[in-house]
């Protein structure tokens, strides 16, 4: 089992970056694939970026060009580097763990608002 915690979420102007966090406890990190998703208001969780334990990577159309998705194995965690960013961005950011893929286990997830 992981525990997760994000951190990195606020508050940016449109065209602004910010860069989010995931911090990992437990167990072998390195061999869990991790995610990260979004939630809009009264909408169910949407993959953002995804990365495997070997780095293989994936990415949502609507990031793709503006998003970049790392970890660090030694460090045990893994990143969400977002830029020129867009109101439509505007959810709350989970991360998220998993075996084979990412959605087994979450952190509390942090807000994102793009807002002039």
């Known amino acids: 089992q992981v525990q997760l915690v994000e951190s990195g979420g606020g508050l940016v102007q449109p065209g602004g970056s910010l860069r989010l966090s995931c911090a990992a406890s437990?167990?072998?990190?390195?061999?869990?694939?991790m995610g990260w998703y979004r939630q809009f208001p009264g909408s169910q969780r949407n993959l953002v970026a995804s990365i495997t334990r070997g780095e293989d990577i994936n990415y949502a159309d609507s990031v793709k060009g503006r998003f970049t998705i790392s970890r660090s194995n030694t460090k045990d965690t893994v990143s969400l580097q977002m830029n020129n960013l867009k109101p439509e961005d505007t959810a709350v950011y989970y991360c998220?763990?998993?075996?084979?893929?990412?959605?087994?286990?979450w952190g509390q997830g942090t807000q994102v608002t793009v807002s002039s």
């Open positions: 437990g167990s072998k990190f390195d061999t869990y694939s």
């Open positions: 998220s763990a998993g075996s084979g893929a990412p959605g087994i286990y």
